[in-house]
C-alpha cells in the first residue's frame, strides 16, 4: 500500500470512529483534522467536501463489515450454522467494532428522512444487507435446516429488528440483560424457522 494510500484509510478509520459517536452530520473535516493532526486544506485535498467525506466514510464503513461479518460469515458451513455465524459476527460489530456502536444503525436515523446520496447510499447498504440476511437463510432452508415454507424475506426482517431492539436495550437504556434477551429471541426465531 503506498504511503498516500495508507495515510486515506488512516483518515477514514479515524472519521469512521467519530461518526459512530457522533453520527455523520457531526462529522468535518475542520474536526477530523484536528485528529489526525492534518492541515484542514490536506484534508480537503483528499476529499473536497462534507458530502464526500461521509460517502466516503460510509464506503469504508460498508469494506470493514464486510471483513468482519460478512466474510467470515460465509466461511461458515452452508445451513443453520451460518446463520449463527451470521448473529454472532453482527454481535462482534455492534459490541466491538467502534467505541460508538453501528454506525449503519446512527446513519439510518439520521438519514431516513433526508433526501440526498448519503440516504441513497445507505439505503442501497441496507438492502444489501437484508438481501444477504435472505439469502443465508435461504441456504438453511435448502439444507434442510429451516422449514421449506420459510420466508427468508421475513426471516431477514425480524433478525434486522432483533438487531435494532439490541441496540436500542443496550446503548440507550443500558440493560444489563439486553445481550442475553438478544440471544434468546434468536434462538426462539431460529426455532419458529425449522
Not at 34 to 45: I, V, Y
Not at 144 to 153: E, V
Request: hydrophobic letters at 40%.
Amino acid at each position: 500500500m503506498s504511503k498516500g494510500a495508507a495515510t486515506r484509510v488512516s483518515i477514514l478509520d479515524e472519521a469512521l470512529h467519530v461518526a459512530s459517536q457522533v453520527g455523520f452530520e457531526g462529522l468535518s473535516i475542520g474536526q477530523l483534522a484536528d485528529r489526525t493532526e492534518m492541515s484542514k486544506s490536506g484534508l480537503f485535498a483528499h476529499f473536497r467536501s462534507k458530502e464526500q467525506l461521509q460517502l466516503q466514510t460510509l464506503d469504508h464503513a460498508v469494506s470493514r463489515f464486510t471483513d468482519i461479518v460478512v466474510r467470515p460469515t460465509l466461511k461458515a458451513p452452508r445451513g443453520e450454522r451460518r446463520v449463527r455465524e451470521l448473529f454472532d459476527r453482527w454481535l462482534d460489530w455492534e459490541t466491538d467494532a467502534l467505541a460508538g456502536g453501528c454506525v449503519f444503525a446512527t446513519a439510518s436515523i439520521e438519514y431516513d428522512d433526508q433526501p440526498g446520496e448519503m440516504h441513497d447510499a445507505l439505503v442501497r447498504q441496507q438492502r444489501d444487507w437484508a438481501e444477504f440476511i435472505a439469502t443465508v437463510a435461504g441456504t438453511a432452508v435448502s439444507e434442510g435446516d429451516f422449514r421449506s415454507d420459510l420466508d427468508a424475506k421475513q426471516f431477514a426482517f425480524s433478525l434486522q429488528s432483533l438487531m435494532f431492539g439490541y441496540r436500542h436495550a443496550g446503548r440507550l437504556l443500558n440493560d444489563p440483560s439486553a445481550l442475553d434477551r438478544t440471544r434468546a429471541a434468536f434462538e426462539q426465531l431460529l426455532d419458529a424457522s425449522r
